[in-house]
């Protein structure tokens, strides 16, 4: 099992800049990919990125140029960092953790933009 704990979100306005962060537990040892997703109000969860040990990511295209994934995987931590947000970047944001047994979930940090 591993649990993940995701960390500094909040209120930013638009044009600014957010980081947020992820500490994996447990059977993080077994951790082959780390990434983020996110859902805004209404809408279907959709993939940030996703990282694997070698250094490639699944990014989604449109977020590429503003959103960074990085990861430190001795730490086992993941950090996302938001750039040049946007009202629509308004979501909550999900770390996920792939191993041999399946994909874990955090509970989720939310991101606000706005005035």
């Known amino acids: 099992q591993v649990q993940l704990v995701e960390s500094g979100g909040g209120l930013v306005e638009p044009g600014g800049s957010l980081r947020v962060s992820c500490a994996a537990t447990?059977?993080?040892?077994?951790?082959?990919?780390m990434g983020w997703y996110r859902q805004a109000p209404g809408k279907q969860r959709e993939l940030v990125g996703v990282t694997v040990p070698d250094g490639t990511a699944n990014d989604a295209p449109s977020l590429s140029g503003r959103f960074t994934i990085s990861r430190d995987a001795y730490h086992h931590t993941v950090t996302l960092q938001l750039n040049s947000l946007r009202p629509e970047d308004t979501a909550t944001y999900y770390c996920?953790?792939?191993?041999?047994?399946?994909?874990?979930w955090g509970q989720g940090t939310q991101v606000t933009v706005s005035f």
């Open positions: 996920v953790a792939d191993t041999a047994s399946g994909r874990s």
């Open positions: 447990g059977r993080a040892s077994s951790i082959y990919g």
